[in-house]
């Protein structure tokens, strides 16, 4: 099954016509990805990398039944590009753009309620299921097909894991790096519980870090109601108090925050806790046992 994306997902692209969206559809096409459009303003009607141009999301809608977006908008412009995804249809919408204002966010959140789409990101690498579909800016070839969940918080810890994990054998179903910005579209919790329901997925890798409370939130949820192994690791075990490490939203605030205390208190939720980051891919494999 896989959770947020498959084979069958029909994907566009906004801001379809800039180098780095050209780029990464070019890659998600080779992968098998159902790349039907893209959208740049003021470009409809033309044809960009053998895929049709629109001006507007619901335009490409209408033409292609897409329902997967992918934002590769300026800062300044993608909260607009959002909530016109949003508004036109798009159940899964991917934000890679880094540097998307926090209040942005903000009104992107209050925009969604009463909406079914999921918002993965902003500043993310995306979502993969393997040999189906591609939404994103990760390496498609270090992803193998199997049967291990993945979300993170940092892209390349993600990659780092899904390394370590195919060396021992194991295969992803889905993987979701969900960004590190403060004010994330989705969080740890929403993806576990669709991971839960997945008869594909067996286990589940949460990479979390520095700042927040949303791995405590899921793995509290997770202790309940996921009937399946989940192995953590947070990242940030050195970050000083009050200064941000790499990701906007990685800072610590309060004593909570640290990584030490979030480790503790994931092994009290009866979470598998990763105190090395070389370790991950093992301590899944044992997890399974």
């Given at each position: 099954?896989?959770?947020?994306?498959?084979?069958?997902?029909?994907?566009?692209?906004?801001?379809?016509?800039?180098?780095?969206?050209?780029?990464?559809?070019?890659?998600?096409?080779?992968?098998?990805?159902?790349?039907?459009?893209?959208?740049t303003p003021g470009k409809g009607g033309q044809t960009h990398i053998d895929r049709p141009v629109f001006d507007t999301v619901k335009e490409a809608v209408v033409a292609t039944g897409a329902d997967v977006s992918v934002v590769f908008v300026p800062p300044p412009f993608s909260a607009d590009a959002i909530m016109e995804a949003i508004e036109a249809g798009?159940?899964?919408?991917?934000?890679?753009?880094?540097?998307?204002?926090?209040?942005?966010?903000?009104?992107?959140k209050r925009y969604l309620i009463g909406h079914d789409a999921i918002i993965?990101?902003?500043?993310?690498?995306?979502?993969?299921?393997?040999e189906e579909c591609k939404v994103g800016i990760?390496?498609?070839?270090?992803?193998?097909?199997?049967?291990?969940?993945?979300?993170?918080?940092?892209?390349?810890?993600?990659?780092?894991?899904?390394?370590?994990m195919s060396e021992l054998g194991l295969g992803i179903s889905t993987s979701i790096s969900i960004?590190?910005?403060p004010v994330n579209g989705c969080d740890f919790l929403t993806l576990l519980k669709q991971f839960s329901e997945d008869s594909d997925t067996d286990a589940v890798l949460m990479i979390g870090?520095?700042?927040?409370?949303?791995?405590?939130?899921?793995?509290?949820?997770?202790r309940a109601h996921l009937n399946k192994p989940l192995v953590g690791f947070i990242a940030g075990a050195t970050a000083p108090p009050g200064r941000t490490m790499g990701h906007a939203g990685a800072i610590i605030s309060g004593e909570a925050?640290?990584?030490?205390?979030?480790?503790?208190?994931?092994?009290?939720?009866?979470v598998s806790v990763v105190q090395n980051a070389a370790e991950i891919g093992q301590t899944v494999r044992n997890s399974l046992s």
């Open positions: 099954m896989s959770i947020l994306v498959n084979k069958d997902s029909r994907v566009i692209f906004q801001g379809f016509t800039g180098q780095h969206a050209t780029f990464h559809a070019q890659e998600a096409i080779r992968m098998g990805t159902q790349v039907v459009g893209g959208v798009i159940k899964v919408i991917v934000v890679i753009t880094d540097g998307v204002p926090v209040q942005d966010m903000v009104r992107v993965i990101g902003p500043n993310t690498a995306g979502v993969i299921t393997p990760m390496p498609a070839h270090i992803y193998p097909k199997g049967r291990i969940g993945v979300v993170s918080r940092s892209g390349t810890l993600n990659y780092e894991a899904v390394e370590q960004g590190g910005d870090e520095i700042g927040g409370s949303q791995e405590v939130e899921a793995a509290t949820w997770a925050d640290t990584a030490q205390a979030k480790m503790q208190r994931l092994a009290e939720l009866g």
